[in-house]
């Protein structure tokens, strides 16, 4: 029999959250990092359903796949962060723009301490399978923004049109980076993690041109 906490019940132990009555979205994204196999979980047999329960260690898996998936909305986005360095410390990157020095991101208060210690640890070598990340966020975002809607992406659609960081952010996000390269091009880069996201983007643009010419040398063979 499996001895763990169902989904539901590890959501209340860890964010006081009753996603019954206050977020079955919040279930909803847990259960998405389920079927993807990030959250690991064991089948509790029973006579007439079965019952899912999250298997040993996995606790803080739940509770960090959660505040990164506030913030960037695509489960496999999440897992990825888990698995590769590189994407993981891009998103860091990411997340230290986004937080900046706000109190609160569309009405969702912060912490400045704990964001910025948030984002430091996310672009660390801290294992995210064993090691909580710290909670930036009063509320969590889910709860507030409802369904579809990553704290990331609705604060990019709020401020893309006046926020050229934000038109970068956004751009790359949608994975244009030739878009995002000429944008970065128009920065002052003196602002450190503005300068991090630009060098970040020419090295991806740059490997991007060399798998076309990879390409290009394979079909002329």
């Known amino acids: 029999?499996?001895?763990?906490?169902?989904?539901?019940?590890?959501i209340r132990f860890l964010f006081g959250i009753d996603v019954a009555k206050e977020s079955t979205y919040l279930k909803d994204k847990a259960n998405s990092l389920v079927r993807n196999k990030l959250i690991k979980v064991e089948t509790e047999l029973k006579v007439q359903r079965s019952t899912?329960?999250?298997a040993d260690g996995q606790l803080d898996?739940?509770?960090?796949a959660?505040?990164?998936?506030?913030?960037?909305?695509?489960?496999?986005?999440?897992?990825?962060?888990?698995?590769d360095k590189d994407f993981r410390y891009h998103c860091a990157v990411i997340v230290s723009q986004l937080f900046g020095e706000s109190n609160s991101l569309l009405g969702i208060a912060l912490s400045k301490t704990t964001a910025a210690e948030f984002a430091d640890a996310l672009a660390s070598d801290?294992?995210?399978?064993?090691?909580?990340?710290?909670?930036?966020?009063?509320?969590?975002p889910q709860l507030a923004l409802g369904?579809?809607?990553?704290?990331?992406?609705?604060?990019?659609?709020?401020?893309?049109?006046?926020?050229?960081t934000d038109n970068l952010l956004l751009a790359y996000l949608?994975?244009?980076?030739?878009?995002?390269?000429?944008?970065?091009?128009?920065?002052?880069?003196?602002?450190h993690s503005v300068k991090q996201l630009v060098e970040?983007?020419?090295?991806?643009?740059?490997?991007?041109?060399?798998?076309?010419?990879?390409?290009?040398?394979?079909?002329?063979m």
């Open 200 to 220: 970040h983007i020419t090295s991806r643009h740059k490997e991007a041109e060399e798998f076309d010419d990879l390409l290009g040398y394979f079909q002329k």
């Open 61 to 64: 898996v739940l509770f960090n």
């Open 174 to 191: 949608n994975n244009d980076i030739d878009k995002a390269l000429a944008l970065s091009r128009q920065l002052d880069t003196n602002n």
């Open 1 to 10: 029999m499996a001895s763990g906490m169902t989904v539901p019940d590890a």
């Open 147 to 164: 369904k579809n809607l990553s704290l990331l992406h609705a604060l990019l659609a709020q401020s893309a049109l006046t926020s050229s």
């Open 52 to 54: 899912k329960r999250l």
């Open 66 to 83: 959660l505040l990164l998936n506030a913030i960037f909305h695509d489960p496999k986005d999440v897992k990825k962060i888990f698995e």
């Open 126 to 140: 801290c294992d995210l399978l064993k090691k909580r990340l710290p909670n930036p966020f009063a509320v969590m």
